[in-house]
């Protein structure tokens, strides 16, 4: 399972940062990854990270946020700077894992995390 931490209400232009943690029996995890979802619109991609540490950013996450992982933890990790009304959403972090005994690798997702932007 993922375990998402870390969001809260921040004033514009501040900073969250978001941490996730998969637990559970798992051979390997792939790409790791955050996603949110605004009140009314679809849910997006913010970041993703491979197992190597190759990222992948949102235009609108670009500059301002910043995504890591800790592989012998299994945690991934969002910083976000910067913060924007805009950025109001669920925040969800996702990781592609490969259970043990299994020989296909799983989408898995976190709980939800709710992040709020004052102005």
């Known amino acids: 399972q993922l375990q998402a931490s870390g969001g809260g209400l921040v004033q514009a232009g501040g900073s969250l940062r978001l941490s996730c943690a998969a637990s559970g029996p798992m051979w390997s995890i792939n790409d790791m990854g955050w996603y949110h979802q605004a009140p009314g619109k679809q849910c997006e991609l913010v970041a993703t990270?491979?197992?190597?540490?190759?990222?992948n950013y949102a235009d609108f996450a670009k500059g301002r946020f910043t995504i890591s992982r800790d592989n012998a933890k299994n945690t991934v990790t969002l910083q976000m700077n910067s913060l924007r009304p805009e950025d109001i959403a669920l925040y969800y972090c996702n990781a592609h894992i490969r259970p043990c005994g299994w020989l296909s690798e799983f989408g898995f997702w976190g709980q939800g995390t709710l992040v709020t932007v004052s102005s």
């Open positions: 990270i491979s197992s190597g540490g190759i990222t």
